[in-house]
């Protein structure tokens, strides 16, 4: 859910942040919430094939799989001097990321690494080797169900008395991996029960290690709790297991969700990772971006994680078909049920858009939840109270099986016989009737 409102004004007064109660509460919790689909695919940019003078016989496919799995042997093995033995030891500079590498994943609970050719043609062909696109395939042991798929690319050359090695990645011919959390700078690995929170080192500026460590076990804590939280509301048809990712900068986290830009005030956002080839096999990741993130209060915590992990819960970060309001306004019906806010509170926005125009004739659309300031935020609020007029009055079970019903419709989500098809079967009223209920339910809210 993106930044309510006119966040930027609010959010820098220091009143804001220290705030308990009323309006500073609200202020900070809503920094911002949301979901964002990403399937990774190919290189961000193309590069030519053809060889350049200079370049040096290529490798043979076999030679090349056969260092790429001493490589991955040696991830999985923890074997640093193995791993190493296959980078090329004249390069410093790329040695020494390499080590971070090598380090940041020693940390990471793999089940499944792997490093294989994914063209047997390089993708470049320079003085400086033969740079290769390869297939990574890896999978978080406790958390993924499946394997997952990335893109990356590494230059392999031969030197005199050690043989082929591993000599680049393919930056400085434009090719650029897909984004992983553990590519960066270091990586601290914070376990919760049912929650594992990946972080870059810079993610929590200003503090030492320990203070780092601390919001970080924080964080799991959170998504630990919010589980249950979720879990009691739409039930246990999920893995009840989360990954979040906290890089350390805002323009990391957009390269983490894919298109999405201007994170600076939007504090997570659910998103899928190693989705090969758009086939829904990716897995739900939690993006915790970290300046809006260390806004919040602790209550804003706690909803703006507990929204995510329904996203998490219900896929809605790969929910295609679902109508907008039933997404976001079920997200936001969990994360404020234990959260104490005052409805005049939380709903302001759409309060003042009542003031000057009058209740909403129809429950916001997917071009409502594509806009940007006030009347997008009015929008989420628009949707929560649906969702929480249909939990009061049919009741929580008939709320999730309204957004199951809705998910499972065959129709495109632009049309609405969908959303009339879902009302009707489990509420047993057609949109018209249910526009007018929720109507008069928001006018007697917030009017």
């Known amino acids: 859910m993106p930044a309510k409102g006119n966040l930027?004004?609010?959010?820098?007064?220091?009143?804001?942040?220290?705030?308990?109660?009323?309006?500073?509460?609200?202020?900070?919790?809503?920094?911002?919430?949301?979901?964002?689909?990403?399937?990774?695919?190919?290189?961000?940019?193309?590069?030519?094939?053809?060889?350049?003078?200079?370049?040096p016989p290529a490798p043979s496919a076999a030679t090349v799989n056969s260092l790429l799995q001493r490589r991955s042997r040696a991830v999985l093995d923890r074997d640093r001097a193995a791993f190493l033995a296959t980078v090329d030891p004249s390069g410093q500079a790329f040695r020494a990321g390499q080590r971070t590498l090598f380090d940041n994943l020693a940390k990471v609970p793999l089940a499944v690494w792997k490093e294989t050719l994914a063209d047997t043609r390089p993708a470049v062909a320079a003085d400086d080797g033969w740079t290769a696109r390869l297939r990574l395939t890896y999978r978080l042991r406790g958390f993924d169900r499946r394997d997952l798929v990335s893109t990356e690319y590494l230059?392999?050359?031969?030197?005199?008395?050690?043989?082929?090695?591993?000599?680049?990645?393919?930056?400085?011919?434009?090719?650029?991996?897909?984004?992983?959390?553990?590519?960066g700078g270091g990586l601290t690995v914070v376990h919760g029960r049912r929650s594992i929170v990946l972080a870059e080192?810079?993610?929590?500026?200003?503090?030492?290690?320990?203070?780092?460590?601390?919001?970080?076990?924080?964080?799991?804590?959170?998504?630990?709790?919010?589980?249950?939280?979720?879990?009691?509301?739409?039930?246990?048809?999920?893995?009840?297991?989360?990954?979040?990712?906290?890089?350390?900068?805002?323009?990391?986290?957009?390269?983490?969700?894919?298109?999405?830009?201007?994170?600076?005030?939007?504090?997570?956002?659910?998103?899928?990772?190693?989705?090969?080839?758009?086939?829904?096999?990716?897995?739900?990741?939690?993006?915790?971006?970290?300046?809006?993130?260390?806004?919040?209060?602790?209550?804003?915590?706690h909803v703006v994680l507990t929204h995510e992990l329904v996203h998490v819960a219900m896929g809605g970060a790969r929910d295609g078909k679902t109508p907008m309001w039933l997404i976001?306004?079920?997200?936001?019906?969990?994360?404020?049920?234990?959260?104490?806010?005052?409805?005049?509170?939380?709903?302001?926005?759409?309060?003042?858009?009542?003031?000057?125009?009058?209740?909403p004739a129809t429950l916001p659309g997917t071009k409502e939840f594509a806009g940007?300031?006030?009347?997008?935020?009015?929008?989420?609020?628009?949707?929560?109270?649906?969702?929480?007029?249909?939990?009061?009055?049919?009741?929580?079970?008939?709320?999730?099986?309204?957004?199951?019903t809705a998910e499972a419709e065959p129709q495109d989500a632009g049309d609405p016989r969908l959303q009339d098809h879902a009302l009707r079967s489990v509420l047993g009223i057609g949109t018209d009737r249910f526009d007018a209920l929720w109507r008069a339910y928001v006018r007697r809210e917030l009017a």
């Not at 998103?271 to 915790?288: A, C, L, S």
């Not at 936001?332 to 302001?348: E, F, H, I, L, N």
């Open 8 to 55: 930027d004004s609010r959010a820098t007064a220091p009143a804001m942040f220290a705030g308990l109660a009323g309006l500073a509460i609200v202020a900070n919790l809503l920094a911002g919430v949301g979901y964002i689909a990403f399937h990774d695919g190919e290189s961000r940019a193309a590069a030519s094939s053809r060889p350049v003078a200079g370049a």
């Open 155 to 183: 230059t392999f050359d031969r030197r005199p008395g050690t043989g082929w090695t591993i000599s680049g990645d393919g930056a400085a011919h434009g090719l650029r991996d897909d984004p992983q959390i553990w590519n």
């Open 201 to 301: 080192d810079g993610a929590v500026a200003g503090q030492d290690s320990a203070a780092r460590t601390a919001e970080l076990r924080d964080i799991a804590a959170r998504l630990d709790q919010g589980i249950g939280t979720v879990s009691g509301v739409v039930g246990d048809r999920w893995a009840r297991r989360v990954v979040a990712l906290v890089p350390a900068t805002e323009q990391e986290a957009e390269e983490l969700v894919g298109d999405v830009r201007n994170l600076g005030d939007i504090a997570a956002l659910a998103t899928v990772t190693g989705d090969e080839g758009g086939r829904d096999t990716g897995e739900d990741r939690v993006v915790i971006t970290p300046t809006a993130f260390g806004r919040l209060t602790a209550l804003g915590r």
């Open 328 to 359: 976001e306004g079920l997200a936001d019906y969990v994360g404020y049920k234990k959260a104490g806010v005052s409805t005049k509170a939380a709903g302001r926005e759409l309060a003042d858009l009542i003031a000057t125009s009058g209740v």
């Open 372 to 404: 940007s300031g006030d009347r997008l935020s009015a929008a989420y609020e628009e949707a929560w109270l649906a969702c929480r007029m249909v939990a009061e009055r049919y009741g929580e079970d008939r709320l999730v099986r309204l957004y199951r």
